[in-house]
């Protein structure tokens, strides 16, 4: 028996793939339990693990400061993510920011 893709679920390995192209995430958050794993959930649905993920609680003003960057995403979809990033509720601010990597470093990632 062979595993099959849901219907209307493209593969992972079908979407536009860029791999000197590093973006960088950085949100803020109300200090809520559901927050992160919302958040996570964008990239893992469309197959993607991070490069880094940091998340700090900040105590003056109860919110939660997220930095995520990934490798590989082509334009459109990092713009599309960065949309649906600000529709999770408790997001306050969505900042979206992308590097060149070198083709050997996209290479060792």
């Known amino acids: 028996m062979s595993a099959t893709m849901p219907a209307g679920q493209p593969a992972a390995d ?22 992160l794993p919302r958040v996570l959930e964008l990239f893992a649905k469309r197959g993607l693990v991070p490069d880094t993920f940091h998340a ?3 105590a003056e003003d109860d919110t939660l400061a997220v930095e995520v960057e990934v490798t590989g995403m082509a334009r459109a979809e990092s713009d ?27 290479a060792a990632d």
């Open 80 to 106: 599309h993510v960065a949309n649906c990033l600000r529709q999770i509720v408790g997001v306050t601010l969505v900042l979206a920011s992308e590097r060149r990597v070198g083709v050997e470093m996209a």
């Open 56 to 58: 700090d609680r900040m």
């Open 14 to 35: 079908t979407r536009p793939y860029d791999p000197t192209r590093r973006v960088a995430f950085a949100l803020r958050a109300d200090a809520d339990p559901g927050v």
